[in-house]
């Protein structure tokens, strides 16, 4: 999708759910956003870039109580790595929240209470899961059993084996309770439903209209074909936002966590009513989300319909990511098949992660991990291609020039940037992150062989024109240098820095527009004594 330049941006990552550490299947949502950002800015776009905690919900009060301390405490631990593993990746959010805050409570009960006055919002005695030995209700995650659409072994609120498929309360066949392993019933409670089922013409219309990648649309326009079912919104729990006046009864954990992209950006512009109702009140943005492929019907279903019925802005795109699989395999912590990022930092450095994500396959497909394909992607093509041309010819031209030499820009070096640049941008507004690194290299490749056609190595040992003309051919592999600096600095922000300072460029890197691409690197500028980009890596 091209994005107008006459509105702000606003992007956000799906939140991770601070109920455990970060594995790199998560960052397979975060960093391609990042990379989104970086990319949208070099383009001149005004953007700004939030995330935050999801803090709510059954799994986190299952942890704390199998610790036998509060969900504040579980929260508080996770939120705090997932911050530090963003900052180690370089993933900059603008702003980064947890859904448990003030601001996000306050929000979420504005936007229920309005669902609730404008009669999207019913109560009906509805059928829970209870189980007699432990006494008490069983919502969501409490109980597992079978998935009523396509017999897969499924959560309470989610077919997460099988066909993706958010189950409401009561769906579920042949219920367990998740405490003592027993089977439970079901006993009737009192709920509160949102009227999703009148949403139905609005969201086939809307998704006809939605940005971002095929599979969201898709996905989604399937599920309001075939039927949309009311959804039970309130759950009998304390931990949560409570669901305007009831106390014995919160907010389901799916209407308050998508909030929280209202509630950041309220926090981002520290309460400026005017800003952030540009934002989401006012169509004065574009909003992309960038979301997993497990939580599309949340954000291509109910979080439209919510925002619709809330009398909101509605979301312009939404892009999501496949899957990471390790070694064909699906994670799983019990059978060992997970690579916990933290580890992966302590011993790589995290732009050959950043690029291996991107890199690796296409943003919408699944990505399947190795050790082996990582060896190879950061062995064969950032030390043997990327790393290899930067030290080759800033080493040459460090030692035989010592500054960048005189000499024109060849049009035929131009017209190659300027074709990257374009390639650059439609991966960009296509969410094909894979071709932007793809282009890049074809540069760097590119430059590769300039180089070696042009030989100035021999040309600066005769006489002082061809001396010059050495300096000249010099001149414009630096100037690709620059290119796949700019180009590359959304996927590997700290190497990019590295070889940008290696050319004697002073400016900050981030903040370099595409503008600079074809404008040519000063002559005199002082180049400085070329270092190793990347080191082999292997088991
Ligand atoms: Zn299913
Ligand atoms: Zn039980």
Same mark, same amino acid.
């Given at each position: 999708m091209k994005i107008p330049m006459d509105k702000p941006v606003l992007v956000t990552s799906a939140l991770p759910y601070v109920n455990g550490e970060c594995h790199i299947g998560h960052l397979r949502t975060y960093v391609p956003a990042d990379i989104y950002v970086r990319m949208l800015r070099k383009m001149g776009h005004d953007v700004i870039f939030i995330s935050g905690s999801d803090t709510h919900g059954t799994p986190i009060v299952l942890s704390a109580e199998a610790e036998g301390i509060a969900p504040e405490a579980v929260v508080a631990r996770f939120h705090d790595h997932f911050k530090r593993i963003f900052k180690a990746l370089n993933v900059d959010f603008d702003y980064y929240g947890q859904t448990n805050s003030e601001c996000n409570h306050k929000r979420t009960g504005e936007i229920v209470k309005k669902l609730i006055d404008s009669g999207y919002v019913y109560m009906e005695e509805t059928k829970q899961a209870f189980c007699d030995t432990c006494g008490r209700f069983l919502p969501d995650r409490y109980v597992e059993g079978e998935c009523p659409y396509c017999g897969a072994s499924a959560r309470g609120d989610e077919c997460d084996q099988g066909c993706g498929k958010h189950l409401e309360p009561g769906e579920i066949i042949a219920p367990k309770c998740k405490i003592c392993g027993n089977e439970a019933v079901f006993k009737e409670q009192e709920h509160f439903f949102f009227h999703l089922s009148r949403f139905a013409d609005f969201l086939a219309s809307y998704l006809d209209n939605l940005g971002g990648t095929r599979n969201a649309r898709n996905y989604a326009r399937e599920w309001v074909k075939k039927e949309l079912r009311d959804w039970c919104i309130t759950r009998k729990l304390d931990w949560g936002v409570k669901f305007p006046g009831r106390d014995d009864l919160v907010v389901y954990v799916w209407v308050d966590a998508p909030i929280g992209y209202i509630s950041f950006t309220e926090e981002l512009m520290s309460g400026d009513e005017r800003k952030w109702r540009e934002y989401w009140k006012e169509d004065g943005a574009t909003i992309v989300h960038f979301i997993g492929t497990d939580i599309i019907y949340h954000h291509c279903i109910f979080w439209p319909a919510m925002l619709k019925g809330a009398g909101y802005s509605l979301p312009d795109a939404v892009v999501a990511s496949g899957m990471v699989k390790i070694d064909g395999r699906t994670f799983s912590k019990s059978r060992g098949d997970v690579v916990w990022t933290s580890e992966f930092l302590e011993r790589f450095h995290p732009d050959t992660l950043r690029y291996y994500l991107v890199a690796q %396959? %296409?943003?919408?497909k699944e990505l399947n991990f190795s050790w082996d394909s990582f060896f190879l992607r950061v062995n064969n093509e950032l030390v043997g291609i990327l790393g290899n041309l930067v030290h080759r010819v800033v080493s040459f031209a460090y030692k035989n020039f010592g500054v960048v030499p005189e000499g024109e820009i060849e049009e035929e070096v131009i017209t190659k940037i300027t074709e990257t640049r374009e390639e650059a941008i439609n991966a960009v507004e296509e969410y094909e992150f894979k071709k932007l690194v793809d282009a890049v290299m074809k540069l760097a490749d590119f430059g590769n062989g300039y180089f070696q056609r042009e030989e100035p190595w021999h040309l600066i040992k005769k006489g002082d024109k061809e001396r010059e003309r050495g300096g000249e051919i010099i001149k414009n592999v630096l100037q690709m240098l620059k290119a796949v600096c700019i180009l590359l600095e959304a996927v590997m922000p700290e190497k990019m820095v590295e070889v940008w300072s290696q050319l004697g460029m002073e400016s900050d890197l981030q903040s370099v527009k595409l503008d600079e691409l074809t404008v040519p690197i000063a002559s005199g500028q002082k180049l400085k004594k070329p270092k190793k980009l990347f080191e082999r890596v292997e088991e």
């Amino acid at each position: 999708m091209k994005i107008p330049m006459d509105k702000p941006v606003l992007v956000t990552s799906a939140l991770p759910y601070v109920n455990g550490e970060c594995h790199i299947g998560h960052l397979r949502t975060y960093v391609p956003a990042d990379i989104y950002v970086r990319m949208l800015r070099k383009m001149g776009h005004d953007v700004i870039f939030i995330s935050g905690s999801d803090t709510h919900g059954t799994p986190i009060v299952l942890s704390a109580e199998a610790e036998g301390i509060a969900p504040e405490a579980v929260v508080a631990r996770f939120h705090d790595h997932f911050k530090r593993i963003f900052k180690a990746l370089n993933v900059d959010f603008d702003y980064y929240g947890q859904t448990n805050s003030e601001c996000n409570h306050k929000r979420t009960g504005e936007i229920v209470k309005k669902l609730i006055d404008s009669g999207y919002v019913y109560m009906e005695e509805t059928k829970q899961a209870f189980c007699d030995t432990c006494g008490r209700f069983l919502p969501d995650r409490y109980v597992e059993g079978e998935c009523p659409y396509c017999g897969a072994s499924a959560r309470g609120d989610e077919c997460d084996q099988g066909c993706g498929k958010h189950l409401e309360p009561g769906e579920i066949i042949a219920p367990k309770c998740k405490i003592c392993g027993n089977e439970a019933v079901f006993k009737e409670q009192e709920h509160f439903f949102f009227h999703l089922s009148r949403f139905a013409d609005f969201l086939a219309s809307y998704l006809d209209n939605l940005g971002g990648t095929r599979n969201a649309r898709n996905y989604a326009r399937e599920w309001v074909k075939k039927e949309l079912r009311d959804w039970c919104i309130t759950r009998k729990l304390d931990w949560g936002v409570k669901f305007p006046g009831r106390d014995d009864l919160v907010v389901y954990v799916w209407v308050d966590a998508p909030i929280g992209y209202i509630s950041f950006t309220e926090e981002l512009m520290s309460g400026d009513e005017r800003k952030w109702r540009e934002y989401w009140k006012e169509d004065g943005a574009t909003i992309v989300h960038f979301i997993g492929t497990d939580i599309i019907y949340h954000h291509c279903i109910f979080w439209p319909a919510m925002l619709k019925g809330a009398g909101y802005s509605l979301p312009d795109a939404v892009v999501a990511s496949g899957m990471v699989k390790i070694d064909g395999r699906t994670f799983s912590k019990s059978r060992g098949d997970v690579v916990w990022t933290s580890e992966f930092l302590e011993r790589f450095h995290p732009d050959t992660l950043r690029y291996y994500l991107v890199a690796q %396959s %296409s943003h919408t497909k699944e990505l399947n991990f190795s050790w082996d394909s990582f060896f190879l992607r950061v062995n064969n093509e950032l030390v043997g291609i990327l790393g290899n041309l930067v030290h080759r010819v800033v080493s040459f031209a460090y030692k035989n020039f010592g500054v960048v030499p005189e000499g024109e820009i060849e049009e035929e070096v131009i017209t190659k940037i300027t074709e990257t640049r374009e390639e650059a941008i439609n991966a960009v507004e296509e969410y094909e992150f894979k071709k932007l690194v793809d282009a890049v290299m074809k540069l760097a490749d590119f430059g590769n062989g300039y180089f070696q056609r042009e030989e100035p190595w021999h040309l600066i040992k005769k006489g002082d024109k061809e001396r010059e003309r050495g300096g000249e051919i010099i001149k414009n592999v630096l100037q690709m240098l620059k290119a796949v600096c700019i180009l590359l600095e959304a996927v590997m922000p700290e190497k990019m820095v590295e070889v940008w300072s290696q050319l004697g460029m002073e400016s900050d890197l981030q903040s370099v527009k595409l503008d600079e691409l074809t404008v040519p690197i000063a002559s005199g500028q002082k180049l400085k004594k070329p270092k190793k980009l990347f080191e082999r890596v292997e088991e």
